[in-house]
């Protein structure tokens, strides 16, 4: 197999495939990310993405195919798959009920980490989100930006390899946004982290991401830089939404069935 | 990259006690529901205990009435707080939560067990307020260190049953209706097919089978064992213990096996 992307790979999908009875939610999908990139699966809700990260991060089993993740096989190697990799949800992953600091001390130890290091480590990452001042209230009473940063806090205080993160910014305002991103642009610049990011926002994947794979009813249609991807279609001043359009044949707004709809609206009416 | 034995086992412990911790911290910021369930026992000793002791409906043998009733009810809250523990996995299934608990390196078995256990935190509350309620009650009940030790050790089996259990139905059924219903349906048979409020003596020929083969029987006879120092119970204690702890056992089993559907 030729690799499709300079550098080790990180995420190696071979064929990987995901049905639900009837439905092929994933089709097939075979891409390599790198240790060094900011990689986006772009395309509307429903159209294989989340599936794509829950098999990744070992939540769903594939149905045929398999992938690597840091090396490690998701079906044979689960557990050494879930040690190296760190994952923020499309939906919440932080407990309303305890602290920010609960929350992190709860993950070091899910972790293993000792004891003597926790602390440090949990205060550490919440300084790093901009969180040291409300460390110790209860995540109720988070705006929904500080939510998602504190998952983010979450998802790295065991230092993975790949952050996997689903919709990270879906029902944030734009300064919540940014500073999102921000985190994590700097995340890798400074611990190379290689980072997998789902989105639907167009002009976010065209601004931060290194490489973006299209991906549309359960298969890649595009792969490459968003450069690359517009320079393909031959028309200066081309968004990642017209190269959408040319490869999906149709909107982005378009697709997503009732239920994900329901619950994109439901993520954003949490995190207000 | 292999952790040495030690590191494993300090590992796994620590693993443990962050999802136990994580109740009690729970426990310790909104301790309202602790207070709502302490009403229900404190209906059943005091106002269906005090009336059933005054009219001599049930025969109990050597012991009053309300001797016997204490155990059974302490049981039933333990029942009652524990089948419904599974909702709040549902809940971290709708909320996402749920994801963060099954991609961390946590073994399957590992989490499912320190659920049920943490679980019985919330029994052992309720223990607290039986026995203070008893006690004001002038219920005669033994208070040795090995009597209080085995109550407190058939509480958290019995919860860690009931609410691994409830973890089964919940990955089963996955929504918060059918699992509400699935948790009516199965408490009043779990309550009234057992010795909580009446010994099985007095049951119709037919209902025994059902009792004998219910573990909230194994909990109350457990409890009627340690506390009540004139017996009644119909088991040895260790007896009555080895068996909720193997259908604890069997129960985290197919827990361990069910609960990753909760993330899919």
Redesign the interface.
């Known amino acids: 197999m030729v690799p499709t992307a300079p550098g080790p790979a990180v995420v190696a999908c071979r064929h990987l495939t995901r049905r639900f009875g009837e439905i092929v939610a994933v089709r097939d999908l075979s891409l390599e990310i790198t240790a060094d990139e900011i990689f986006g699966l772009i395309g509307p809700n429903g159209a294989g993405k989340t599936t794509t990260i829950?098999m990744l991060?070992?939540?769903?089993p594939p149905t045929g195919g398999t992938a690597t993740v840091a090396g490690f096989d998701i079906v044979r190697e689960p557990?050494r798959v879930?040690?190296s990799?760190g994952?923020v949800?499309?939906?919440?992953?932080?407990?309303a009920?305890?602290t920010g600091f609960?929350n992190l001390?709860?993950?070091?130890?899910?972790?293993?980490i000792?004891?003597h290091e926790r602390r440090a480590r949990a205060e550490e990452a919440l300084e790093r989100m901009g969180l040291g001042p409300v460390a110790d209230v209860?995540v109720k009473n988070y705006s929904g930006g500080m939510i998602r940063r504190l998952e983010m806090a979450?998802a790295l205080l065991h230092r993975p390899r790949v952050l996997f993160l689903d919709e990270p910014t879906v029902g944030l305002d734009p300064v919540a946004r940014d500073a999102v991103w921000e985190q994590i642009d700097r995340l890798r610049r400074d611990y190379g982290t290689a980072v997998v990011v789902t989105t639907h926002y167009m002009e976010e994947a065209d601004r931060l991401c290194e490489r973006v794979g299209v991906i549309h009813r359960g298969e890649v249609v595009a792969l490459g830089s968003p450069a690359e991807l517009k320079a393909t279609l031959g028309q200066p001043g081309a968004t990642l939404g017209d190269v959408f359009t040319h490869y999906a044949g149709h909107e982005v707004e378009l697709g997503g069935a009732y239920r994900e709809a329901g619950r994109t609206r439901r993520i954003a009416a949490?995190l207000e | 990259m292999l952790d040495a034995p030690v590191g494993r086992l300090e590992g796994a412990l620590g693993q443990a006690s962050v999802i136990v911790g994580l109740e009690a911290r729970k426990l310790a910021h909104d301790p309202t529901e602790l207070f709502l369930r302490a009403i229900q026992p404190a209906l059943w000793l005091v106002v269906f205990g005090s009336v059933f002791s005054v009219i001599h409906a049930i025969p109990t043998g050597s012991e009053t009435y309300l001797e016997f009733l204490t155990p059974g009810i302490l049981a039933q809250s333990v029942l009652f707080i524990a089948i419904f523990y599974g909702i709040a996995s549902i809940r971290e299934r709708e909320l996402g939560i749920i994801t963060k608990f099954l991609v961390s390196p946590t073994p399957r078995l590992l989490l499912v067990g320190s659920r049920g256990v943490s679980a019985s935190l919330r029994g052992l509350s309720q223990a607290v307020v039986v026995l203070l309620l008893a006690t004001a009650l002038r219920v005669p009940l033994s208070f040795t260190v090995v009597s209080v030790g085995g109550v407190l050790v058939a509480i958290v089996l019995g919860s860690t049953l009931f609410s691994t259990l409830s973890m089964i139905i919940a990955s089963l059924v996955r929504t918060q209706e059918r699992f509400l219903g699935i948790g009516q349906l199965l408490t009043m048979p779990l309550f009234f097919a057992s010795n909580a409020i009446y010994p099985i003596a007095i049951m119709p020929a037919w209902l025994r089978p059902f009792a004998y083969g219910n573990p909230l029987t194994y909990l109350v006879d457990a409890l009627r064992g340690l506390m009540v120092p004139s017996g009644g119970s119909l088991f040895p204690v260790a007896e009555d213990l080895g068996v909720l702890l193997a259908i604890t056992l069997g129960l985290i089993a197919i827990a361990s096996q069910l609960y990753p559907r909760l993330a899919q």
């Open positions: 829950k991060t070992t939540l769903l557990a879930r040690r990799i994952y949800p499309q939906l919440i992953s932080a407990d009920q305890v609960e001390w709860v993950v070091g130890g899910l972790y293993r000792p004891r209860l979450q949490r």
